[in-house]
T-cell receptor
Framework: GDSVTQMEGPVTLSEEAFLTINCTYT??????LFWYVQYPGEGLQLLLK?????DKGSNKGFEATYRKETTSFHLEKGSVQVSDSAVYFC???????????FGAGTRLTVKP | DGGITQSPKYLFRKEGQNVTLSCEQN?????MYWYRQDPGQGLRLIYY???????QKGDIAEGYSVSREKKESFPLTVTSAQKNPTAFYLC??????????????FGEGSRLTVL
């Protein structure tokens, strides 16, 4: 079945460092891809999405490009802030499923 | 403001007791979902419902039950048959099934601890 694999954490960075969180997927057909963020004690919020190959999703300085040839959707940010500390989930949705498939989550801690 | 409300935020249960977690949405969404979150395992789907009076099992439905009598409400009952119920439970909704719109809106979660 469809699935998502993302890099294990935790990831600890200093403020203003560059962030990459890797995400790869397995799916039949053409899924839509998402990054969700979860701040401590809260539910998940949509961060960005891409619905077709070569699309780039972006929001709050974060970006991810839908790469069909490498089945990847890596999350990047050029300069992280302390307020970016959270757990990040890669996810996919496809016409084969009635639900969203999530990766295991990557915890990011940004230190001042 | 529109959103999803889960209650209670924290719940303690003795072994052998059933508990019900509430989920209400005022987004006029058709589809609703329950996920379970455990450390290091991401989110796993328990049940989902795409229309009133209809619901389907997800990957880990054993030991859980749901109902969908109203569009706005999708309560989850954790029964005594659930062997390891201590977890963080998240309710979500979407305008239609995720195969159509792909975006989920989440509540703030309910943390259940079995004593």
């Amino acid at each position: 079945g469809d699935s998502v694999t993302q890099m294990e954490g935790p990831v600890t960075l200093s403020e203003e460092a560059f962030l990459t969180i890797n995400c790869t997927y397995t799916a039949t057909g053409y899924p839509s891809l998402f990054w969700y963020v979860q701040y401590p004690g809260e539910g998940l919020q949509l961060l960005l999405k891409a619905t077709k190959a070569d699309d780039k999703g972006s929001n709050k300085g974060f970006e991810a490009t839908y790469r069909k040839e490498t089945t990847s959707f890596h999350l990047e940010k050029g300069s992280v802030q302390v307020s970016d500390s959270a757990v990040y989930f890669c996810a996919l949705s496809s016409y084969n499923n009635n639900d969203m498939r999530f990766g295991a989550g990557t915890r990011l801690t940004v230190k001042p | 403001d529109g959103g999803i409300t889960q209650s209670p935020k924290y719940l303690f249960r003795k072994e052998g007791q059933n508990v019900t977690l509430s989920c209400e949405q005022n987004l006029n969404h058709d589809a609703m979902y329950w996920y379970r979150q455990d450390p290091g395992q991401g989110l796993r789907l328990i049940y989902y419902s795409q229309i009133v009076n209809d619901f389907q099992k997800g990957d880990i439905a054993e030991g859980y039950s749901v109902s969908r009598e109203k569009k706005e409400s999708f309560p989850l009952t954790v029964t005594s048959a659930q062997k390891n119920p201590t977890a963080f439970y998240l309710c979500a909704s979407s305008k239609a099934g995720t195969k159509i719109t792909g975006e989920l809106f989440f509540g703030e979660g309910s943390r259940l601890t079995v004593l």
